[in-house]
């Protein structure tokens, strides 16, 4: 198994920590410590974090939190003890810690294979930091835009935010800044992801039904059969052929979606 797929990840804690929990005992196996308070977000990649920084102890992943203290912490993950180290490969320590907000840090996500972080907090830019810390760029978002829920930032380096102002919006940036892309919608988006190669988007919400869009036009390319409840959690298969929608009665659905299909009918189509 991959190394995220054998620990459970919690946050919101009293203590200001995220708590690291086995899948087979369900049992506490550590807690990281390293925010003044609540920690509010949490994204992983099982990317190599030393592709980006010469010189540096191996990691087999990286976990980013976000906390209402306004601050982004970067953490080492050690696969052979199972368990986040610190720089010396022992105590668990953040790698580093990026700032530049001036509020509650809403949502993050980290990219392994471009090694950099992208967060967001209410009523303020969103932040572009390498994993090492530097701060690359602070993108100005529209006026009307000023709660952000979800943020991701896909292969081909452009970040797409949700933000649930009114009935709720998507924006695609790219990392120059500049704004892309807007569509409104009619629903509150819970989660979402995009493919491995950075074309499309799957969004999970309060409308029950998951939505596979373009990322370039944000336009619907497939809806998917209703959930019973809305969907609080998506991923991918490894192929890409499956979408697993965790939902908030507490089940999971399981989706055949082959995304090479798509790309491949929207291919001849154009022919």
């Known amino acids: 198994k991959q190394w995220y797929q054998r620990r459970v990840r919690g946050a919101g804690f ?45 990691a087999d992943g990286i976990i980013v939190t976000g906390s209402r203290d306004a601050t982004v912490c970067v953490w080492d993950w050690n696969g052979k003890v199972q368990r986040v180290t610190g720089i010396d490969g022992k105590h668990a320590s953040a790698r580093s810690v990026l700032t530049g907000h001036v509020g509650q840090v809403e949502c993050v996500h980290v ?48 970040i797409v935010a949700h933000y649930a102002d009114m009935s709720g919006y998507l924006a695609v940036f790219s990392t120059n800044g500049d704004l892309m892309n807007t569509q409104e919608l009619q629903e509150q988006v819970l989660s979402m992801i995009s493919d491995k190669e950075g074309n499309y988007l799957i969004t ?67 022919n």
């Open 14 to 58: 009293w203590d200001s920590s995220f708590k690291s929990f086995a899948v087979d005992s369900g049992k506490q196996v550590q807690a990281m410590f390293g925010h003044r308070d609540l920690v509010t977000c949490i994204s992983i990649t099982d990317v190599n974090i030393s592709l980006h920084i010469p010189h540096t102890r191996l």
């Open 111 to 158: 990219s392994g294979e471009q090694g950099t972080v992208v967060s967001a907090s209410r009523g303020s830019p969103i932040l572009l930091h390498r994993v090492t810390g530097e701060l690359i760029r602070k993108i100005k978002v529209p006026a009307q835009f000023s709660t952000p829920s979800s943020i991701l930032i896909t292969k081909r380096c452009e």
């Open 204 to 270: 999970g919400g309060f409308n029950l039904t998951p939505v596979v869009r373009s990322i370039k036009t944000l336009s619907p390319v497939l809806r998917l059969a209703p959930c019973q409840s809305a969907g609080r959690s998506l991923s991918l298969s490894q192929d890409q052929r499956f979408l697993i929608a965790g939902l908030t009665n507490g089940t999971i659905n399981i989706y055949p979606v082959d995304l090479r299909r798509i790309v491949g009918d929207q291919y001849s189509a154009a």
